[in-house]
């Protein structure tokens, strides 16, 4: 298999099924910043020794090639392997079991993020999740994308998110002063 194929010389891409689209589609730009996020979660993941949250970091990765798979298909019922609410819901069982390991203080303090290598990572991942949200978002403008794409990306930032936090090494909270 030869990695170049000339074909993207001039602009322009292959979806998954065959369609060609300019490399700064909507649709490209969405799957491509999923493709972002993947590899920046498998920095974090080399980054972290808790064998329980690399065990999810390596699912929600496996998971995302579903995703951008799907949004790399002009016609998602094309798309074999889809993401469901069994997923959405894992993710949100996760999200509830680190939360409910910290405390009430932890968690609703906003905190100058990047005090470990892992956390940091992670809140890297966190950042580009939020873009690869908003840039599917922008491609709801153009085509139709199942609700449950947003609803996932939309739940995979909060328990990034929720990993950064528990991550942390330390917690610097950012104090706001009010103006009198």
């Known amino acids: 298999m030869k990695v170049y194929t000339r074909t993207g010389d ?4 292959s979806l998954y099924d065959g369609t060609r689209v300019p490399k700064d589609s909507a ?3 969405s799957y491509g910043t999923l493709d972002e996020l993947n590899s920046q979660l498998g920095l974090a993941r080399s980054l972290i020794a808790d064998e329980n949250i690399s065990r999810i970091i390596f699912r929600v990765q496996r998971e995302l090639f579903d995703v951008a ?7 998602p019922e094309e798309f074999p392997e889809k993401i469901s609410e069994a997923e959405v819901e894992q993710l949100e069982s996760d999200i509830d079991s ?5 405390n009430k203080k932890e968690k609703s303090r906003f905190i100058v993020p990047g005090s470990s290598q892992a956390s940091a990572a992670l809140h890297v991942a966190r950042t580009i999740c939020r873009r690869a949200e908003r840039r599917t978002i922008t491609l709801t403008g153009e085509a139709e994308i199942r609700e449950i794409i947003l609803k996932y990306i939309n739940r ?3 328990l990034i998110y929720t990993l950064a936090r528990y991550t942390e090494v330390k917690l610097d909270y950012v104090e706001f002063e009010k103006e009198e």
């Open 156 to 158: 995979l930032s909060d």
């Open 10 to 13: 001039k602009g322009n891409t």
């Open 27 to 29: 649709r490209v730009e």
């Open 98 to 102: 680190f939360l409910d390991s910290m």
């Open 69 to 75: 798979g799907e949004l790399a298909t002009s016609d």
